[in-house]
């Protein structure tokens, strides 16, 4: 089993900066991708952003320029770099890994339960 865990949600004004953390542990075997989700509410999760096994990332075109994903293949861990923020910034943040758990298993798909970040003066 994988498990996910985000640290880094918090209330923050806006123009101001925030740093989400996502720690994946447990049967790790390889991580292909791991990314950052949100979901506001009365909306759908949406993808924020998300980095591959070999560096390249991806962004949803509300946040390029201001967001930065960034992975430690070492640690297992993906940071989400939140600059410039707005009000309608404001979600449920998930982070999200493919993770294949060991070498005759198929990649699945892990979630973390959320952290909630608040965009407001």
């Known amino acids: 089993q994988v498990q996910l865990v985000e640290f880094g949600g918090d209330l923050v004004q806006p123009g101001g900066s925030l740093r989400l953390s996502c720690a994946a542990s447990g049967s790790i075997f390889s991580i292909y991708v791991m990314g950052w989700y949100r979901q506001a509410p009365g909306k759908q999760r949406e993808l924020v952003a998300t980095i591959t096994s070999g560096g390249s990332a991806d962004y949803a075109d509300s946040v390029k320029g201001r967001f930065i994903i960034s992975r430690d293949y070492a640690k297992n861990t993906a940071d989400l770099q939140m600059n410039s923020l707005r009000p309608e910034d404001t979600a449920v943040y998930y982070c999200?890994?493919?993770?294949?758990?060991?070498?005759?298993?198929?990649?699945?798909?892990?979630w973390g339960q959320g952290t909630q970040v608040t965009v407001s003066s």
């Open positions: 999200n890994a493919v993770v294949q758990t060991s070498g005759w298993h198929p990649a699945a798909n892990y």
